[in-house]
């Protein structure tokens, strides 16, 4: 069992929760956390990357000089990958990076991202993060209370709150998302994770994948 403090917004201890590894996946499988980040990655890339082939680059295909008696080495065409200014050969053409993994895999794998910046004191669960009205520095006094200072943070709130993002999207480093939208990726980026207690039980709650799982489920 994990027993993790529940703090206020002055960082000062108010309760504990007692936190089965067992709800968070069991134990952290770094294979299948690096092929959901690797996913992520890959599914963010735009596949803009373009070079011109030989037989797009601008120039004549006029022979540049006759094959034998100059001495030089034959050549052809000006635009050939052999010249500078030529085309590129075998160079990058647009393509989609886009891929999944099975959804059970996925959601797995958040699990198990929770239960590693738990085990490793990464995380903290606040009791309280609710704002009157949008101000930078009152979060940031908060997030200094909480031990997270300069260091990039992903803040977890139960729902959206537009306050709490509004205060803090100023902020370097700083990430605000609902726990219905949390994945491997966005816990496992930043330095420090804040839970709010609401979304941290909503995790708790979350519907639970443990075990194996096909390759092609979706």
Same mark, same amino acid.
């Given at each position: 069992?994990?027993? &993790?403090?529940v703090v206020n917004t002055k960082g000062e201890r108010v309760s504990s929760v007692e936190v089965d590894p067992g709800e968070f996946g069991g134990e952290v499988r770094k294979q299948l956390l690096h092929d959901v980040v690797v996913m992520h990655l890959a599914?963010?890339?735009?596949?803009t990357h373009k070079s011109k082939?030989?037989?797009?680059?601008?120039?004549?295909?006029?022979?540049?000089?006759?094959?034998?008696g100059t001495g030089n080495a034959r050549a052809g065409t000006r635009r050939s990958n052999k010249r500078v200014g030529g085309g590129t050969a075998k160079g990058p053409v647009p393509r989609d !990076?886009? !891929?999944? &993994?099975?959804?059970?895999?996925?959601?797995?794998?958040?699990?198990?991202? &929770? #239960?590693?910046? #738990?085990?490793d004191k990464e995380a903290v669960v606040v009791d309280g993060l609710s704002m009157?009205?949008?101000?930078?520095?009152? &979060?940031?006094?908060?997030?200094?209370?909480?031990g997270v200072g300069e260091q990039s943070c992903l803040i977890a709130t139960a729902g959206v709150d537009q306050n709490v993002y509004l205060s803090a999207r100023n902020i370097k480093g700083m990430e605000i998302l609902p726990a219905g939208e949390l994945h491997a990726y966005a816990l496992l980026r930043p330095k420090k994770v804040v839970f709010t207690k609401d979304a941290f039980e909503a995790l708790r709650k979350a519907?639970? !994948?443990?075990?194996?799982?096909?390759?092609?489920?979706?």
């Open positions: 069992m994990l027993t &993790i403090d599914n963010r890339r735009q596949g082939s030989r037989g797009e680059v601008a120039g004549h295909k006029k022979k540049l000089f006759k094959q034998k !990076y886009n !891929y999944t &993994i099975p959804k059970r895999a996925r959601r797995l794998a958040t699990r198990m991202a &929770i #239960l590693s910046r #738990l085990q009157s009205a949008p101000k930078t520095k009152q &979060i940031a006094s908060v997030l200094k209370a909480l519907p639970k !994948y443990q075990g194996t799982f096909s390759e092609g489920e979706e």
